[in-house]
């Protein structure tokens, strides 16, 4: 299921009238003016997932921004497919087409900085004043800890996380609302005061998180929130046999033992999500007090005509004080190709995807959270503002950039392994202890396997940002 498709839709209605409409303002006091001759156009090498994606996302902002830019696609689609390395095929692509502009996502944007395909931005940046003070500082510093202390991207859109509440279910049980600052451990004991909760027919779960393929998934979600991997960073070496893992081991199987976390899971092997995997989404329904998630979730209560009382709070961490999260991402990042010889034009374009004229213009055509401060939507009377409230540490990163990672196989059968003990332990034939034990003998000799069959210099997943 493609989350943003319908939000798409309703943006597109709205963004031609209003790119016009600015365009129609700062030419007012001109008309008397004799008709401009129309700008030669110069064309300008754009690297994206493909045309069609382009178009419907850039189409109109080119069209009414950059009428003097005859654009040209390189679609980044093709690097990627069976039996291709995406990041050679990548680096190919731009080495022979060279673009001007790179449209990318924050786990491709690290390796292109390393590999010195991108080109530095700070002298633009320093050359024409533009503010990036005003922007998620989360943002920058990111971007800069990943190009080595260099800009060499800005990312006009970010992602994060909070942790939603169902108000009017706090009240009904006369439960104390979350709080900023929580710990996981506060988490599960707020949820467990919903333990036996029913509503007329259905029952009521403390805490819900949808979209998961497994019972592992879960399990693993939540490890990754309080920033544990389940390899080393290398991906060579299996670390589920921890007392951090352990402890997430427990607290969830025990909170799926007592009822106040319900166990759902979606149908694996679609590679995509259903409406009936949106049906699940108990805390949309009235049946979860609490879940941790992204705007998509208010899309969801608008979409679905909820009458829900929701509250947002920062997610909770391990020990209360840390604002950093998993959930964190950036897209896209607009960079220049160092290939190129128009890297002046092409900063134009990454300069105003960047501006404050973009962010005004996105605040009304989206909900996509705006990197650009001063702009924090507030939603059905709710500020936003939790979900600026993350910080990036660098130290432990994000839960999906380009390091070392472990064949893909890799993750297919250790999930399948990990349900197994999952399983051992919600039947009582095993202690979460010793579960993971095994798990991580298995586990490591299904890695070893699967580095065997897949040696590193294969590469790894990866792309531009769709």
């Not at 064309?43 to 069209?63: C, I, P, S, T, W």
């Not at 971007?143 to 108000?167: D, E, H, I, M, W």
Request: with cysteine; proline share 5%.
């Amino acid at each position: 299921m493609n989350r943003s498709g319908t939000t798409r839709n309703r943006r597109n209605k709205l963004l031609l009238p209003l790119l016009a409409g600015a365009l129609a303002w700062s030419a007012a006091g001109c008309n008397d003016a004799p008709a401009a001759a129309p700008p030669e156009r110069t064309k300008l090498k754009v690297a994206y997932f493909n045309q069609e994606a382009f178009d419907n996302l850039y189409g109109d902002y080119f069209m009414v921004k950059f009428p003097q830019f005859e654009v040209e696609v390189i679609a980044t689609a093709e690097t990627m497919g069976p039996g291709k390395n995406p990041q050679k095929e990548m680096d190919k692509l731009l080495d022979e087409q060279k673009p001007d502009l790179i449209i990318t996502g924050f786990w491709e944007y690290q390796r292109l900085a390393a590999t010195g395909k991108l080109y530095e931005l700070d002298s633009f940046i320093k050359q024409d004043k533009f503010d990036i003070e005003n922007m998620l500082p989360t943002a920058i510093d990111y971007l800069r800890a990943k190009g080595s202390g260099k800009l060499y991207g800005l990312a006009p859109q970010f992602s994060s996380t909070v942790l939603f509440y169902n108000k009017g279910l706090f009240d009904q049980y006369k439960v104390s609302y979350p709080t900023e600052g929580m710990t996981w451990d506060a988490l599960f004991e707020l949820a467990g005061k919903f333990r036996g909760a029913k509503n007329e027919k259905d029952q009521i779960y403390g805490f819900h998180q949808p979209f998961k393929m497994s019972k592992f998934s879960m399990i693993q979600s939540m490890g990754w929130d309080m920033g544990l991997n389940v390899t080393d960073a290398k991906g060579r070496t299996v670390t589920i046999d921890t007392e951090a893992w352990q402890k997430v081991f427990s607290q969830i199987t025990e909170a799926w033992k007592n009822g106040s976390m319900p166990v759902i899971v979606g149908k694996n092997n679609k590679g995509r999500w259903d409406k009936e995997d949106v049906d699940s989404d108990l805390f949309s329904q009235g049946r979860a007090a609490m879940t941790i998630s992204s705007p998509w979730q208010i899309d969801q209560l608008q979409q679905s005509g909820s009458k829900i009382d929701w509250q947002i709070v920062r997610p909770p961490s391990t020990d209360g004080s840390s604002s950093w999260q998993r959930g964190f991402n950036l897209h896209p990042v607009f960079a220049i190709g160092a290939g190129s010889d128009q890297a002046d034009k092409a900063w134009k374009v990454v300069r105003y995807f960047n501006s404050p004229e973009a962010a005004k213009v996105e605040t009304k055509t989206s909900k996509e959270l705006i990197t650009r401060l001063g702009f924090v939507n507030t939603v059905d009377g709710r500020s936003m503002e939790p979900f600026y409230q993350v910080k990036y540490d660098d130290t432990l990163g994000t839960g999906m950039e380009m390091n070392p990672n472990p064949p893909s196989r890799f993750y297919e059968e250790f999930d399948k392994k990990a349900d197994e003990q999952i399983e051992w332990i919600m039947t009582g034939k095993s202690t979460v202890r010793q579960a993971l034990q095994q798990l991580q003998r298995e586990g490591q000799q299904v890695l070893d396997e699967a580095w065997l069959a897949e040696p590193p210099e294969s590469g790894t997943d990866g792309g531009a940002a769709k």
